[in-house]
């Protein structure tokens, strides 16, 4: 029954402890909804022909007033049945609203047009939520700029998110799986594209991520002990600011990730594939809007004169050291938000890519 | 000086047969021209105080922001044949949707029934010659019109890209130009606050003698709880938007935390006229239903207090709900519970009048003309509209519902299910009062099918694809939301298709139609009771209101006067 009403009314799958109880009422709500509703138009198509007129002539019409214990009935009635949906509803909206006491808090920082996930004890990712199942997660959230909202449909939560204020939201995933995020408040240019996904892993799994990404970066393929030109560049890009727009566990950013992208084909947001090695790097850190990745703005400014020349091979070591780490060794694949970063490639016009300044990232600018 | 006017208003309709006799000095002839002919000329048009004709210069316009308005929602649902890029850019439908929005609420909607059928039947229902302040009438008309030319011209100019509901600290910090379309709003609202002034004087000061208020024809309840609504909340909406200017403009901090402001605060200046605002928009539609059902039916109301007072229960209550729009925007547990809780309470004043309205069909002697189609169109949507409306005011439901197409289908339900089809139902019930012509019978109960047939095709794909968790203002979006979103734009096209159709043969009734009688549909109306189209002071006789405008269970009181030429 529940299955069938879900999937009759288009309803997403119902995957927080919450989201069952909710969809309950939702259907106990339309249903009458839609009873009433059909009452109402019956009863009137009845009158309507069963009351048309008959002759040429108007005949005159009895005054029928409508006894006051007719109305009483029908309005203290009806008005029985609102206040009684109101009061399951405001019952469960507690609940939606006040977090259990053991849950886990993570940090949620919004701002256009992404999220930014901060974990207690360190780690962060951008747009990928990795939560455990079965496990209240407590959600602290502020916006660096304009009202966001965080929307998981899946989960049947929502929470504004308002610059200025801390305002939080909780859910717990009860099945591992990936559940979209989406902007549910218009924030801008992009806001549709505001999307993320949150992960939900078991206990086991969801600690093996946390210790992977925990852990001191000693990445999978990386020379050396951590000594050599990989974990020099790895320096020289934290110190010049790269890994404010790139990121090397494979989660996409403001710019590409440098995970696994080393020695590639990808495709530029004119068009055309371009292959990822020493020589398009090096352009891109000194001319960087020549070719850029299709999906994502023109933003970055040039390194000319700004990287040594020892650095930049150190950078052009870091990112070949992780040719062989793939997104999902890192976090299941963020199929969502790939899928539409890749989606304007498929036409150079409006998208990621074009018609953004520089100062219209609030990110960047910032 | 407008004050001059007030005095001989009301006494007018004292001396016996002071109608029919004064104006036209020159010839012997005793009729009186109708008001289309009194006075022929662009310039005497434009320079009118005549009620009736403000009236129609107003429906020239809102028909024309209707026609932009919908031509906006073409675009959009255009756009939304594909999920991903298409058509234009996001910047660009951003920009659609906010003139969309904008155009419709604050250049139809709004103004629609009110400045239209209230300017020209309310003072006729009340046997007065005009409104109680013509000159104040006329120049609400031109600040509509400059309203409306400073949000056009901020249109051509960048144009905003809020949302018609302008949240902070998004629109003071958007790259767009939000200036002159806030401006314009404002300029919009004042010209709506003096219609609603003109309208609540009116009905005190100038009902004929011997009309009380318990004989008014409900119409006049509806624009009277109206006009109570457009005086006292649109200033909060002008204060709102100015503050959202001066924002944008001059970086006051007034919504920006970084500088003590409060963005949530805008919410609550916003919605307090915002949500009374959607009453402004229903009610008087709802007058328009209360009309053609006693018409139609040849029936008194089953219950005329539960009508005329549930209109100003939902005119009072209304301003008390506007938080159950920041359900999930951070206001406290409690706040959320009582404005839910009240939201239920303006829902049962809408069922009470949807109760009315069909029982009052009950042993009545029915004849199935246009405007029957659309009341039967309308109980549908607003009944169903106005159900969706106590789901969405349920605070749990409304969390996972807030701000995605589900509330979009549940406004344009309410707007377009109910406003737009009591719009369409009036201007057929009074197009033979208002020009003299019947419109063809044929066309517009084919029409009006078509618009209900579209109507739901375009906005119940729209509660499916809130459900499946589509937020609202979504230039691109994920492919699983694509054959509903292309369902919807299909709906759209019929719609937009059966509104041209039913503009088309109301502009050609305007020169062909056959010539109406004063009274075709036997109404007992205040309004019928005075040749087609009226004289320019409305009555050849005055206004004798001893037989109420339902009394159907009476003879008809004296024929009317023959129709003048």
Sequence with gaps: ?366 | MTLTVVPPEPASPEPPPPAPAPPLGAEPAAVELDYLRAEPGIRSWLTTTDHKRIALMFLVAVTLALILGGTFAMILRTKLLTPGPALMSPMTYNRMFTLHGVVMVFMFMIPAIPAVFGNFCLPMMLGAKDLAFPRINLASFYVYCTGAALTLWGMVHGGADTGWTFYAPYSTVSPTDVAPVAFGVFVLGVSSIMTGLNFIATTHMLRTRGLRWHDMPIFVWAIYATSVIQVIATPVLGLAVTLVALDHALHMGIFDPALGGDPVLFEHLFWFYSHPAVYIMILPAMGVISEIVPTFSKKHQSSYRALAYSSLGIAFIGFLTWGHHLFVAGISQFDAGVFGLLSMFVAIFSAIKVFTWISTLYRGSITFNTPMLYFFAFVYLFAFGGMTGIAVATTSLDVPWHDTYFVVAHFHFIMIGGTLTAFLGAIHYWFPKMFGRMYPERWGLVSAFLVFAGFNLTFVPQFLLGNAGMPRRYYSYPVRFHILNVASSLGAYLLATALILTLAYLLISLRWGARAPANPWGSRGFEWRSPSPPPVHNFVTPLDPTRGPYAYDEPPPDEVPPVST
């Design chain 1, 1 to 366: 029954m529940n299955e069938l009403l879900r999937n009759a009314l288009a309803l997403p799958p119902q995957s927080s402890s919450i989201a069952r109880e909710i969809d309950t009422l939702h259907y106990t709500v339309i249903l009458t909804t839609i009873a009433g509703v059909t009452i109402a138009a019956l009863v009137t198509a009845v009158f309507l022909i069963r009351y048309r007129r008959r002759s040429a002539a108007i005949p005159l019409t009895p005054r029928v007033i409508l006894p006051i214990w007719l109305e009483v009935v029908v309005f203290g009635g009806l008005l029985a049945m609102f206040c009684a949906w109101w009061l399951v509803g405001f019952i469960q909206y507690r609940k939606i609203q006040n977090p259990p006491p053991d849950a886990m808090p993570i940090y949620v920082t919004a701002k256009q047009w992404m999220w930014k996930f901060a974990y207690p004890s360190g780690p962060t990712s951008t747009d990928v939520l990795v939560v455990p199942v079965g496990r209240p997660v407590k959600l602290i959230m502020t916006s660096r700029d304009v009202i966001h909202s965080f929307y998981v449909p899946q989960f049947r939560i929502k929470q504004d998110v308002v610059p200025g204020r801390a305002l939080t939201a909780w859910f717990e995933a009860i099945e591992p799986g990936t559940s979209e995020i989406l902007c549910a408040e218009y924030c801008g240019a992009r806001h549709s594209l505001m999307r993320g996904q949150v992960v939900a892993l078991t206990g086991d799994d969801y600690a093996r991520w946390l210790d992977a990404a925990r852990a001191p970066l000693v990445l999978p393929g990386a020379k050396g002990d951590g000594h050599g030109l990989a974990e020099r560049g790895r320096q020289v890009a934290a110190d010049r600011g790269c890994l404010r727009c790139h990121s090397l566990d494979g989660s996409a950013f403001i710019g590409p990730t440098w995970a696994g992208v080393f020695g590639q084909r990808r495709r530029t947001a004119d068009g055309g594939e371009v292959l990822i090695d020493e020589a398009y790097l090096t352009q891109s850190m000194m001319e960087p809007r020549a070719v850029i990745a299709a999906g994502f703005p023109a933003v970055m400014p040039s390194y000319q004169g700004v990287l040594t020349p020892e650095e930049t091979s150190a950078i052009l070591e870091l990112i070949r050291s992780l040719r062989e780490v793939s997104p999902a060794q890192v976090v299941p694949p963020p199929a969502v938000p790939l899928e539409f970063r890749e989606a304007p490639a498929a036409g150079p016009g409006p998208g990621r890519a074009a018609g953004v300044v520089p100062g219209s990232v609030p990110g960047g600018a910032r």
